[in-house]
């Protein structure tokens, strides 16, 4: 069996290329939008003392060697997220990051190892502030590109039109007939046993060990995930309190948060929040979700004392993460996300097969 040509083999590189320059004039014209809505553009260092706090992010690790020789615990950042929320702390008003993150265990179609997020913040604003700034985005990496609509896998969505907004309890029971809320406590508490029989009802297969969020993670995957974002983009909003640890609570309803996930082509393009600036109670989530990610995967991430700090400080604030990559593949086409990164990484060698 022939293996494919790297992606730096001439003949491949002619057919990726105007994909990679659609990419280059989308990242343009984002800079621009920004520059002229008084967003500053900042650079987070990429290594970091935490690289974040959530039970299913893996990181990439590494040491720092002091002068005298010491050996010090570094990670490649998972996002920018943190420093960005120090910046806010400092006093930026508006600012933005665009540039390479990484994640370990993450690989495919859809994700790469070093892939490059887009994130910005508003002090001040709520995060209905940033549902606008959606659709916007949306509309001008569309018409930067020259696309009509965003494809992916036989999907279409409209880039131009409103996003629709649905509730992530309106999305359960619309696609599962599930009453999700009803499995959630105004204190956060969650009623494992009365979601499994609701996703029994259903349809849907569980696991004598699955938790609540792991039954809440397989209806999104298999129910909710693929009906959004089908002829228009979806905004998915007010998610469950315990799917959202660095969100603050809503003011309507204690059992949901202020956090939001944009949807075009059932992909998922962004993740936003109504920023939490409670220290103690971030502190508490973040050792809750550490003590998940040491019961699934026998590790856990250091807190970063700084960040615990600076947030103690930080003005109400909204922001939000998007997949750039994934915004160009959308704009452009493309199949699988290394289509539109200039050097993908190199593809991890195949296990021997034990047997």
């Not at 621009?32 to 500053?40: K, L, Y």
């Not at 001008?140 to 279409?156: D, H, P, Q, S, Y």
């Not at 046993?193 to 792991?214: C, F, N, Q, S």
């Not at 996300?337 to 047997?355: G, L």
């Amino acid at each position: 069996m022939t293996s494919a040509s790297p992606w730096w083999a001439p003949h491949v590189h002619a057919d990726r290329r105007p994909r990679l320059m659609a990419r280059n004039r989308i990242a343009a014209s984002l800079r621009a939008w920004f520059s002229t809505r008084d967003f500053v553009e900042v650079e987070a260092a990429i290594l970091q003392v935490s690289p974040g706090n959530e039970a299913h992010l893996s990181a990439f690790a590494t040491q720092g060697i002091a002068p005298d020789g010491t050996a010090h615990p570094l990670y490649l950042h998972t996002s920018p997220e943190f420093a960005c929320k120090k910046l806010l702390a400092a006093g930026e008003p508006r600012l933005f990051s665009l540039g390479p993150v990484y994640r370990n265990r993450e690989r495919g179609a859809l994700h790469h190892p070093e892939f490059t997020m887009l994130e910005w913040y508003r002090a001040g604003e709520t995060y209905d502030s940033l549902m606008r700034d959606c659709g916007a985005v949306l509309g001008l990496a569309a018409e930067t590109a020259g696309a009509k609509v965003f494809a992916w896998r036989g999907t279409e969505a409209d880039p131009f039109a409103e996003p629709e907004r649905v509730s992530v309890a309106e999305a359960f029971h619309r696609h599962a007939d599930i009453d999700l809320l009803a499995t959630v406590a105004p204190d956060g508490a969650t009623d494992r046993a009365g979601l499994a029989a609701a996703l029994h009802r259903a349809g849907i297969r569980t696991a004598p060990d699955d938790t609540w969020a792991d039954l809440f993670s397989r209806v999104m995957v298999e129910r909710v995930e693929p009906a959004l974002g089908r002829g228009r983009a979806t905004i998915l909003c007010e998610y469950p309190i315990p799917e959202a640890a660095l969100a603050r609570p809503s003011p309507a309803d204690p059992r949901v948060a202020e956090r939001f996930e944009l949807y075009a082509c059932g992909v998922e393009l962004a993740n936003a929040f109504g920023e939490l600036t409670d220290a103690d109670e971030q502190r508490r989530r973040f050792t809750a979700e550490m003590d998940e990610k040491a019961r699934v995967y026998g590790e856990r991430y250091p807190l970063d004392e700084d960040f615990l700090a600076a947030l103690a400080q930080m003005p109400e604030a909204s922001g939000i993460a998007l997949g750039f990559d994934r915004l160009v593949m959308l704009a452009t086409g493309a199949r699988r996300i290394e289509d539109v990164i200039w050097t993908p990484v190199a593809e991890y060698p195949r296990s021997e097969d034990p047997r």
